[in-house]
């Protein structure tokens, strides 16, 4: 006769139930999570308490069946708990930690519960471990999710932050960038700079490339989308900073940037001043007699 490890389980967890929470928290509280100090104790055991509450009912109501209906509550859950770690900088293992050490005083209520019987001790074994190792997967596919989603919302703001558009003087603005172009990054350049230009009624942009470690014929054609776009906003462009090795590259590659540029900063910000009727003269202070 063949042993419903379903049943043997179920009857386990529903019975052992205290014994089991107890187990399970012991095993959390030793946990690098908690000792780590990135959550508190009574946290961890209500979080534990919950999902054993649900993992409950939804072996009763559902079977061995993860994927089901039955276990949409603790699918969600779970779900919340794996957002909430990836949030604040918990490890995969110690996330996947928090479901796959339920095994350990699962199996031993299982095995008291069984006691000389060996099929029986097998049967809620293998089901035990079969809904918990899918429980564990769906919640680490969450985490990992999550983790992506923050850390490509961290790298926005970054680029963001490290776009910053300045305004030199009347109707002149610059655009200083550091680091690689690539397509996300001019998305979030050109926007940076269009609504400045809107802000400020600018007629010249400086883009200053000092900080652009190489010009290869991908950088180009981004920095040609955002001079472009710059030019139907009626604001035209100087590209500086512009340095030697750059200069050969570009050349030896044949790109064009089809713009002014100039070396430096200062040598464009000039250019920017004469174009809009503007120069900077040095004030004659006059030295004062002695007594």
């Known amino acids: 006769m063949t042993m419903d490890g379903t049943e043997v389980l179920t009857r386990t967890v529903t ?12 095993a959390l509280r030793e946990s ?19 999902v054993l509450g649900q993992f409950r009912d939804a072996l009763v109501a559902g ?32 996330t996947a930690n928090f479901v796959f050490s339920l095994k350990e005083p699962v199996f031993e209520a299982l095995r008291l519960k069984s006691g000389a019987d060996a099929s029986a001790q097998a049967a809620g074994m293998w089901a035990g471990g079969k809904v918990i190792d899918r429980l564990g997967l769906q919640t680490m596919e969450v985490f990992l999710a999550s983790r992506e989603e923050v850390i490509g919302r961290q790298g926005q703001e970054i680029a963001e932050l490290s776009t910053p558009v300045v305004r030199l003087w009347d109707g002149i603005l610059a655009l200083p960038l550091i680091g690689t172009l690539d397509s996300a990054r001019t998305g979030v350049v050109m926007e940076n700079l269009l609504q400045a230009i809107v802000d400020e009624e600018a007629e010249i942009a400086i883009i200053d490339i000092t900080g652009v470690p190489t010009v290869d014929t991908l950088v180009a054609q981004h920095l040609l989308k955002t001079v472009a776009a710059a ?46 009727g503007r120069k900077v003269v040095r004030q004659q202070v006059p030295t004062e007699g002695r007594g």
């Open 15 to 26: 019975e052992d139930e205290a014994t089991i929470l107890d187990g399970w928290t012991g």
């Open 32 to 50: 690098a999570s908690l000792q780590g100090g990135r959550i508190r104790e009574a946290e961890l055991q209500t979080q534990a308490k919950a």
């Open 63 to 94: 079977g061995l069946d993860a994927d089901g209906e039955s276990y949409a509550p603790l699918r969600e859950t779970l779900a919340d708990i794996s957002r909430s770690r990836a949030i604040q900088g918990f490890t995969p293992t110690d």
């Open 231 to 276: 030019r139907l906003m009626g604001a035209d462009c100087i590209v500086s900073g512009i340095r030697p090795q750059i200069a050969q590259t570009m050349v030896h590659l044949g790109v064009e940037l089809n713009v002014v540029s100039k070396a430096t900063l200062a040598d464009a910000f000039a250019v920017a001043l004469r174009r809009t």
